[in-house]
């Protein structure tokens, strides 16, 4: 088959892929604390056509052969956790990590068993709320907006006395205060655990707005990742806080993607009328007669 074909038909399909992450990218950029990814390219395979040696003569210096490339591919799709643009919102249900970590929740799953359990999620969307706990009208718990429960640093979900004011501190402290009693001191209701990665390219979008470890590394989670409060503050020189009644905005720029768009279809074009071009040259060679 002609090369150009295959050439152009496996760079149409890496870019077709780069396609699908610009709009899913684009679809997102009102999402809270969505984090885009980002397509990287490489050549597939370059082969050499040796050319005789009675081509080769003394003092030449061309080279003796024809690189031939076949088409690039994409080699990796990226995680960019560039943070967002806080935006205020008052609403003290809502929460911003200003710095680089994230909210660690726990979604329904199964364990290596297959018996039912939970497993390990982690987000840059601070959306909750504070749930009923079912059996237990006089505490709330802290949940997104789906349910699942946000784990403190003692790995146990966050909850707090029903009818009370809810302050958190910048260091993750949940404090409950009774405004009934006024000059009472607020009931430490626990620390939300704040979790960086070491590397986010082991982190894989898991939907709903989550992110979970992938398992083709097989690196544990305890040396893919470190717990910056684990002593309910974070340690010196983190540069972490939590914001109440703040949002994260999605670090997706319009500008920049819409600048790829027109990159990507532009190239598409091109290796479309390669294939068009190569289809028609040999139309012509099987329609030549002696």
Known sequence: MNHSLINSMVSLQGLQQK????SNNIANINTTGFKRREASFQDILTSIQRQPGGFQRQGRLTPPGLDT???ARISQLQLRMDPGELRETGNPQDFA???DALFEVAVPGTDASGNPGEELRWTRDGSFQWSV???NPDRLELTTKEGYPVRGVNDEPITVPAGRRIQVRPDGTVLAYD???????P??????KLVRFFNPQLLEQAGSNLFRLTGRTGIPLNQASTILNAGGVPEPGQNVEIKQGYLEQSNVNLADEMSDLLVVQRAYQLNSRAIQSSDTMMELANNLRG
């Open 19 to 22: 396609l699908d992450v610009i």
């Open 69 to 71: 490339g076949w088409g």
């Open 97 to 99: 990590i200003d710095g």
């Open 133 to 135: 706990i079912p059996g």
């Open 179 to 185: 405004d009934s009693a006024p000059g009472s001191a």
């Open 187 to 192: 009931e430490v209701s626990g620390h939300i």
